[in-house]
Nanobody
Framework: QVQLVESGGGLVQSGGSLRLSCAASGRTFSSAAVGWFRQAPGKERDFVAGISSGGGSTNYADSVKGRFTISRDNAKNTVYLQMNSLKPEDTAVYYC??????????????????WGQGTQVTVAS
C-alpha cells in the first residue's frame, strides 16, 4: 500500500525558510512524478511545484518561482520542497502527491492518485 508522509511544516517569520519533505513507502518512488500542492482556508488546492520521475524536469507556479525549489532523492524515497523568502500569503496546508501513470509533471490535482496527509505552513508577518 502506497503511503506518502509530509513533514517539515511549522511557523516561520516572513522572509524565513522551511524545507518540506515527502517520504514514500509501498512503491518505487523513483518512477513517480511528484507534485506539491497547497490549500489555504476557504480556497482551492493549488499546484505549487512538481518534479518528474527522474528529477530532470521541474515546474513551478508563478507565485513561487525563484523562491521555492523542488528536488528528490530517490535513494531515500523522498522529495523535498525548499521554501525561501516566505510570505504570509504562502500560509497553507501543503500536500505532496504522486502519479505513477503519466509522463511529465501534471499540474491538475486530479491527475494524482496518492496524497499525503498534509503539513501546515504558517508565515507570520
Amino acid at each position: 500500500q502506497v503511503q506518502l508522509v509530509e513533514s517539515g511544516g511549522g511557523l516561520v517569520q516572513s522572509g524565513g525558510s522551511l524545507r518540506l519533505s515527502c517520504a514514500a513507502s509501498g512503491r518505487t518512488f523513483s518512477s513517480a512524478a511528484v507534485g506539491w500542492f497547497r490549500q489555504a482556508p476557504g480556497k482551492e488546492r493549488d499546484f505549487v511545484a512538481g518534479i518528474s520521475s527522474g528529477g530532470g524536469s521541474t515546474n513551478y507556479a508563478d507565485s513561487v518561482k525563484g523562491r521555492f525549489t523542488i528536488s528528490r532523492d530517490n535513494a531515500k524515497n523522498t522529495v523535498y520542497l525548499q521554501m525561501n523568502s516566505l510570505k504570509p500569503e504562502d500560509t497553507a496546508v501543503y500536500y505532496c502527491a504522486a502519479d505513477w501513470r503519466r509522463s511529465g509533471i501534471p499540474v491538475d490535482l486530479y491527475a494524482y492518485d496518492y496524497w499525503g496527509q498534509g503539513t501546515q505552513v504558517t508565515v507570520a508577518s
